[in-house]
């Protein structure tokens, strides 16, 4: 780390209250994960204490960011409540920087979680945590990470987040976040028509059910087990990446929750491991846990589907720029994601981008040996 950074960041661990004058910052280093945002191990000693302790840095992207507006504080705020709630396992929240005079941006500080997250690439029914549990200690984790989503969307919003209240206004949720997605993919798209994203968007936007506010939850908005930390036994202890959290219908994080495990598992041929839910039995345990009835699901399957899709033709824009990609390359709206939303909607089904096909391949092979 530049010495200059390092002298930065002690300084400022100096004036915020969680950490204070005694701390002695003695690493930071970067860590995997964190697509859309970048995130960095803080290794630092605390007052009194003889050994040092890990924290986690998330940064908030300045530069070939995945999303139209990042907002590292309104993160920290969803998590935050969360962890004063205490219905949720999420990492506490230590300190928040708003400036880019420390680590030439915003970002947040939280305690770091010893949890293992399942492996979602090339499938989490393919490699990873899951692949290594018996099936009864896969079984509950699913039930502990079904759990924790129906966990998020019993919490009462209106008191432990009434930012997300004001954001909303007069629309509905689903209206707002409609509203985002059609800016974000127009960003993302820039003018070029894609023949399934533009018809899903017609689709979504035409097709919206109609809202209930009295029935609008806290959303996660990335509901998937691979966003969580779990024990040994499969038990949650940490829920993480709330950058995408909204108030809305629950069925938003369900439908979100089973596109992706189609997307991990029927749309590449991948059989699910023994203990992991088929799609009616996660509709049945989510009604049964929550006391709610997911409705609509195809829709919501679409709209998780076009939030990947979007993801994916900006991650094949960045790496056409930084030359990991040729120009050429059609991965961005030939994917897993567009055949999903093909497939719901009754449109031909586009083939796989060659590009596409082998970098799954490849995944699929360094991580098999």
């Not at 028509?193 to 035409?206: I, K, N, Q, S, W």
Request: proline residues 6%; hydrophobic residues 40%.
């Amino acid at each position: 780390m530049p010495q200059d950074r390092h002298e930065r960041v002690q300084r400022w661990l100096a004036g915020q209250p969680a950490f204070g004058e005694g701390t002695r910052l003695e690493s930071i280093e970067p860590m995997a994960g964190g697509q859309s945002s970048d995130l960095l191990r803080m290794t630092c000693t605390l007052p009194g204490r003889i050994a040092p302790e890990n924290f986690v840095i998330r940064r908030e992207p300045r530069s070939k960011q995945i999303f139209l507006q990042a907002d590292i504080r309104r993160e920290y705020r969803v998590m935050d409540g969360l962890s004063a709630a205490g219905r949720v396992p999420v990492p506490t929240m230590l300190a928040l920087e708003s400036g880019s005079d420390v680590l030439d941006a915003p970002f947040l500080v939280m305690a770091e979680v010893n949890g293992e997250a399942p492996l979602g690439k090339p499938s989490n029914h393919v490699a990873g945590l899951l692949t290594r549990l018996s099936k009864e200690t896969r079984a509950h984790l699913w039930g502990s990470a079904m759990e924790a989503l129906v966990g998020i969307h019993a919490s009462d919003w209106r008191t432990s987040h009434p930012f997300l209240a004001k954001e909303l206004g007069s629309r509905s949720g689903l209206e707002r976040h409609l509203d985002r997605l059609r800016r974000w993919y127009a960003w993302t798209a820039r003018g070029r028509p894609f023949a399934v994203t533009d018809v899903a968007l017609d689709y979504l936007e035409t097709c919206r059910p109609d809202a209930d506010p009295e029935r609008e939850v806290l959303l996660w908005g990335d509901a998937r087990p691979g966003n969580m930390l779990f024990d040994p036994a499969g038990n949650v202890v940490a829920v993480l990446d709330f950058e995408n959290a909204l108030i809305g219908p629950a069925s938003l994080d369900v439908g979100y929750w089973v596109m992706m495990d189609r997307f991990h598992a029927d749309m590449i041929d991948v059989e699910r491991l023994p203990g992991w839910p088929d799609e009616a039995e996660t509709i049945a345990r989510y009604e049964a846990f929550s006391g709610r009835t997911v409705a609509d699901l195809d829709y919501y399957i679409v709209l998780a589907a076009f939030f990947i899709a979007t993801t994916m033709i900006r991650a094949t824009d960045l790496s056409i720029e930084s030359g990991r990609l040729s120009s050429a390359s059609t991965m961005g709206h030939a994917n897993t994601a567009t055949q999903i939303i093909a497939h719901v909607l009754g449109s031909p089904i586009p083939e796989l981008s060659p590009d596409y096909v082998e970098i799954r391949q490849l995944r699929r092979r360094t991580v098999l040996g």
